[in-house]
C-alpha cells in the first residue's frame, strides 16, 4: 500500500460484473483500481505486472478458475492479497480457495460498505 491507498484488482469473467465493481471502487478515495482480467490465467500474468495489494477474485471462471489462481498467484506473490468474491454459497470451494491462500471471501451481493471494510481489512 502506498500513500494509504489501496492498488485493486478484479478478476472476473462476466463484463457487467467487473464494471460495476469499477463503479463501486471509485466511489472511496483510498480504493484505487489497478487492472481487470477474466480469467485466472490473465490474472497471474496481470498480477505479476501490477502487483496490486488486493485481488477481487471470482472463483468459476474459464481457462483458469479461481482457486487455482489464487494457488498460483500467493505462491508467486505472498504480499498480494486475495479476497474471494463469489455468487455461489459453495462451501468446499470457498475453503479450496481459503486453503489456497485467499484471505476471506464475500458474496457478490454484499452491501458496499461491507465490501470497502472487507477490502481494508485484508490490505491491513
Do not use: C
Not at 19 to 36: I, K, N, T
Amino acid at each position: 500500500m502506498s500513500n494509504n491507498i489501496i492498488r485493486v484488482m478484479i478478476v472476473d469473467d462476466h463484463p457487467q460484473v467487473r464494471y460495476g465493481l469499477s463503479v463501486f471502487l471509485d466511489l472511496w478515495d483510498d480504493l484505487q483500481l489497478v487492472g481487470e482480467a477474466d480469467n485466472g490465467e490473465k490474472a497471474l500474468a496481470l498480477a505479476a505486472e501490477l502487483h496490486p495489494d488486493i485481488i477481487l477474485m471470482d472463483l468459476a471462471m474459464p481457462v483458469m478458475d479461481g482457486v487455482t489462481a489464487t494457488r498460483l498467484i500467493k505462491k508467486k506473490f505472498p504480499d498480494i492479497q486475495i479476497v474471494v468474491l463469489t455468487s455461489s454459497i459453495d462451501l468446499d470451494m470457498i475453503q479450496q480457495a481459503l486453503d489456497a491462500g485467499a484471505k476471506s471471501y464475500m458474496l457478490k451481493n454484499v452491501n458496499i460498505d461491507t465490501m470497502a471494510q472487507t477490502i481494508r481489512a485484508a490490505a491491513n
